[in-house]
């Protein structure tokens, strides 16, 4: 069973920085890519960012490209996002999940597992 746990939310100033962590079991992690996506109340998830099986390769929505960036330590089976220079717009539940393949194209939506909170407010 694919388990996903996300950590490292909380609240935090415009401007602002934080590191999100997911730890990963139940597959073989080090052979998929891994995706972060979002979801603010009342909106619909949206992707923001993968990172492929080996790390080389990530790629990140128009949306927060410059300010996250995806990376990997497949000996921990954790995927981690930075998100740096904050905006209020970044508010929502930040998950993880397993991508379809090794690649950076498409993900297992039922894959999501526990999210993260982060507020982004002054």
């Known amino acids: 069973e694919v388990q996903l746990v996300a950590s490292g939310g909380g609240l935090v100033q415009p401007g602002g920085s934080l590191r999100l962590s997911c730890t990963a079991s139940?597959?073989?992690?080090?052979?998929?890519?891994m995706h972060w996506v979002r979801q603010a109340p009342g909106k619909i998830v949206e992707w923001i960012s993968a990172?492929?099986?080996?790390?080389?390769?990530?790629i990140n929505a128009d949306s927060v490209e410059g300010r996250f960036t995806a990376s990997r330590d497949n000996a921990k089976n954790t995927v981690y996002l930075q998100l740096k220079s904050l905006k209020t717009e970044d508010t929502g539940m930040y998950y993880c999940?397993?991508?379809?393949?090794?690649?950076?194209?498409?993900?297992?939506?039922?894959?999501r597992g526990q999210g993260t909170q982060v507020t982004v407010s002054s």
């Open positions: 999940a397993k991508g379809r393949g090794s690649g950076l194209a498409g993900w297992e939506s039922n894959s």
């Open positions: 139940g597959f073989a992690f080090g052979s998929y890519g």
């Open positions: 990172i492929d099986s080996s790390g080389a390769g990530t």
